[in-house]
């Protein structure tokens, strides 16, 4: 399973932005997929639903809920993350990555994983 994260960017507080992790590899249809973030100076931390390719709960971390809405395109492979009312706090390197444990938060669990795609939030 291959995974390319991309779509962060520089947005004031308030705004909105959405991530795109496109998938290929001929199994991944049997992994779920969520987003993880990473600030500076700490540690990585889910954000976002880890969501099953064929459907399945969706799970948020506090601090996004409400604000962030992960979903997928099965047609086109890849999984979205639409993030509104974009905090400073929020700034980080965002990540997707896959699991076949569906529902997980835990970063053991995922066993692949993008690059990252930069999100900064200006005050």
């Known amino acids: 399973v291959q995974l390319q994260a991309s779509g962060g960017g520089l947005v004031q507080a308030g705004g909105s932005l959405r991530l795109s992790c496109a998938a290929s590899g001929r199994t991944f249809s049997s992994y779920a997929v969520g987003w993880f973030r990473q600030a500076p100076g700490k540690e990585r931390e889910f954000v976002a639903g880890?969501?099953?390719?064929?459907?399945?709960?969706?799970y948020y971390a506090d601090s996004v809920k409400g604000r962030f809405t992960i979903s997928r395109d099965n047609a086109k492979n890849t999984v979205y993350l639409q993030m509104n009312s974009l905090k400073p706090e929020d700034t980080a390197v965002y990540y997707c990555a896959a699991t076949k444990t569906v529902g997980s938060s835990y970063i053991p669990h995922y066993d692949y994983w993008g690059q990252g795609t930069l999100v900064t939030v200006s005050s």
């Open positions: 880890t969501i099953s390719w064929s459907g399945g709960s969706t």
